[in-house]
Structure formats: C-alpha cells, structure tokens
C-alpha cells in the first residue's frame, strides 16, 4: 500500500542521514541483554575449593586473576581484596606448596563428596536427638569432660584428633578449618598440621557411655510404670 511505501522510504531516509542509527539500536539491544556472570580460572576455582572457599571465586575472577597471577600474589595483596586474613594464609600457603597439586573434581566425585557429606549430617542429627531424648538421664550423671566436643560442648559422635592435640566432634573441626582457621580452637595456639586422626578409643568410650545411660533411661521408665 502508499502506507507501507512511504514507511520504507522513511526508514532509508533516516539510515541515509544518520549512518550511526542501526549501530545505535544494536548497541542498545546489547546493553539491555542481562550480563554474564565473570568466568574465572579453573585452577584458581580449583584451588578455592579444596580450601573450601568457593564462595569467593565470582571476586578473583573479578579481579581477572588467574592462576600464574594467584602464584605471585601476597597475604597483603589478598587481604587488599577484601579477603579475610585467615584465608588469605591459606590460599598463599596452598598455591606455594610445591609436592602439592589441586585436583577439579568431576561429576561423579563431587556427587560422592555430597551424599558422604549428607550422611555424617543425617547421622549427627540422630545423635542429637538422641541426646536431647537422654538430656533428663545425663543430667544424673557426671558427663566426663572428655567425651565433650570443645566447638559445640556437646557429647561427640565421631571424635577427631587435631595437631593441638585435642579431641573434636568429626564435623566441627572440619568446619573450623574450612573457614580458613589455621590455629587451635581450644588454646587458639597456630596448628603444625591440618591431619585428623579418627579417635577410636574415645568413640568406643562414648558408645559404652550412651548405651549405659540408654539402659538407665529404660529402668527409670520401668520405675515410673510400677
């Protein structure tokens, strides 16, 4: 129609005069598009993750570190970075570290990680309910000190022993040093190492312990019926 031509020929008249008019509008289409997120590298995410810290890869990648970058950096150019000290130490002291390489998990390992991790959890969860269903019969009792968790002063389900040399509830410690702590929870002392050595004394302790104040409960209960 006259209609449709004479709209034609206005666009073209506009695109003659003004060259720059199309660039104009796809830029604009460009800038509306939601931007990506930064893609870091993989081996600084790689490196972040064994130091359970993950969660501050967006800022490295940020800053377009990679990892020869990372090699060269300092505690005091990370904590310019608005990195907490104690993980700044950390990540200087695993990227030096010469007999020690960083691992990316795949798919099927990462996943494994996951359903060991939801099991210790389902599992300290029963333990605590188990205790809070004893808490009555305990408090009868004298708790030895020892059998107590020094993070979360409770009793322990799976004790670790640290490089400071004291006994902690398997999750707690982890969680601890995966903060980036590298000093002793209990006397704030700098740990030699981060190694954990499972407890098997003081967990066959503890058994022994719970399964007496589960009988005591049992014979309190069997009173009460009378």
Request: aromatic residues 4%; contains cysteine.
């Given at each position: 129609?006259?209609?449709?031509?004479?709209?034609?020929?206005?666009?073209?008249?506009?695109?003659?005069?003004?060259p720059?008019?199309?660039?104009?509008?796809?830029?604009?289409?460009?800038?509306?598009?939601?931007?990506?997120?930064?893609?870091?590298?993989?081996?600084?995410?790689?490196?972040?993750?064994?130091?359970?810290?993950?969660?501050?890869?967006?800022?490295?990648?940020?800053?377009?570190?990679?990892?020869?970058?990372?090699?060269?950096?300092?505690?005091?150019?990370?904590?310019?970075?608005?990195?907490?000290?104690?993980?700044?130490?950390?990540?200087?002291?695993?990227v030096?570290?010469?007999?020690?390489?960083?691992?990316?998990?795949?798919?099927?390992?990462?996943?494994?990680?996951?359903?060991?991790?939801?099991k210790i959890?389902?599992?300290?969860?029963?333990?605590?309910?188990?205790?809070?269903?004893?808490?009555?019969?305990?408090?009868?009792?004298?708790?030895?000190?020892?059998?107590?968790?020094?993070i979360?002063?409770?009793?322990?389900?799976?004790?670790?022993?640290?490089?400071?040399?004291?006994?902690?509830?398997?999750?707690?410690?982890?969680?601890?040093?995966?903060?980036?702590?590298?000093?002793?929870?209990?006397?704030?002392?700098?740990?030699?190492?981060?190694?954990?050595?499972?407890?098997?004394?003081?967990?066959?302790?503890?058994?022994?312990?719970?399964?007496?104040?589960?009988?005591?409960?049992?014979?309190?209960?069997?009173?009460?019926?009378?």
């Amino acid at each position: 129609t006259s209609r449709d031509v004479a709209a034609s020929e206005t666009s073209r008249d506009v695109a003659a005069t003004n060259p720059t008019h199309g660039v104009a509008e796809s830029k604009k289409e460009e800038d509306e598009e939601p931007r990506r997120a930064p893609v870091g590298d993989p081996e600084v995410a790689a490196v972040l993750g064994s130091l359970s810290l993950s969660a501050m890869a967006p800022r490295f990648a940020d800053e377009l570190i990679d990892a020869a970058t990372l090699r060269l950096l300092t505690v005091e150019d990370l904590e310019s970075m608005r990195i907490p000290p104690a993980a700044a130490r950390a990540i200087v002291d695993a990227v030096r570290a010469p007999a020690k390489k960083v691992v990316t998990l795949n798919q099927e390992e990462s996943f494994k990680v996951a359903v060991h991790q939801s099991k210790i959890e389902g599992e300290l969860a029963d333990h605590r309910a188990d205790l809070a269903r004893l808490r009555h019969v305990l408090a009868r009792r004298r708790v030895p000190e020892s059998y107590m968790c020094p993070i979360s002063c409770e009793i322990m389900l799976d004790p670790i022993v640290a490089a400071d040399g004291h006994t902690y509830e398997r999750r707690c410690i982890e969680e601890w040093l995966a903060t980036g702590a590298r000093t002793s929870p209990a006397t704030n002392a700098p740990l030699a190492h981060l190694n954990l050595t499972p407890s098997h004394a003081f967990k066959s302790l503890i058994t022994e312990f719970l399964e007496e104040m589960r009988e005591l409960e049992a014979a309190l209960g069997d009173e009460v019926k009378s």
